[in-house]
């Protein structure tokens, strides 16, 4: 395996509609969604925990994103990935995004700079967008122009269960659900064979546990993107 930083290597300076699909290109991915700059070998401890995320959140947005009818598809990934930057940053404004975004071919383009926007989003968090992130199953989040992202997530989350959203460290519901009695075997699995759903995975955090109720048939929703989870409690509040 390489040893050539990633830094050198540039890999994400491929277009959209040319997404390689090598480790390297997932490495920089890695590094540039959650801050974590694996060597080629600790990625292939890693690969099949991040599976889930290339298979079913990269790979669907990418393929709309780069594909034929795509209005961003000649875009670089660099270019989406300095607006996935400003994202993580937590204080830009949907508005402020789109007046700071550079023009395409020397033109600016409103419905460019919103696809662009919406994709880089979806990227980073499991959740659906209007444009790109809106042409994958599930709700689609609405945001803002005054809004930075992480506003828009939490006041979506206040409005589904009715309180204020708090940082992962100071929410104690998880604890207080008594599931611990159920012991650490218990799983999606045994619910779906003990209460007879049928299980739907999701990789959209607002359908997670979302019930349907079709001719007698219960289907639950289950968010399966452990690994994104686990990478955005790595983040500063």
Known sequence: MSSTPLSELKPLQHRLRNAPNTSTFFRALIQELWNDDMTAEEYGEEKR???????????????????G????????????????Q??????WTRAELIA????????FDTAHTQTTINFAAGLLVPLNFKSVGGARRGD?????????????????????????????QACTSCNQ??????????????????AGFEIIWTSNLLDHLLLQDEDD???????HQLKVLENHLKFPE
Request: charge should be neutral; include cysteine; hydrophobic fraction near 35%.
């Open 140 to 168: 689609v989040v609405s945001w803002l122009e005054g809004d930075t992202l992480s506003e828009t997530i939490s006041k979506r989350i206040e409005k589904i269960t009715g309180r204020p959203c708090t940082s992962p």
């Open 217 to 223: 048939n219960v289907k639950v929703h289950i968010f």
């Open 69 to 84: 009818d795509s209005i961003i598809r000649d875009l670089t990934f660099e270019h989406v990935f300095e607006i996935v």
């Open 49 to 67: 925990a991040y599976e889930s995320y290339f298979a079913h959140i990269f790979q669907e947005l990418s393929t709309i994103a780069g594909g």
């Open 177 to 194: 659900s008594g599931f611990e009695r159920y012991g650490k075997n218990f799983n999606a699995r045994q619910l779906a064979r003990i």
């Open 100 to 107: 700071d975004s550079h023009p395409i071919s020397g033109v």
């Open 86 to 91: 400003k994202l993580k940053s937590q204080n």
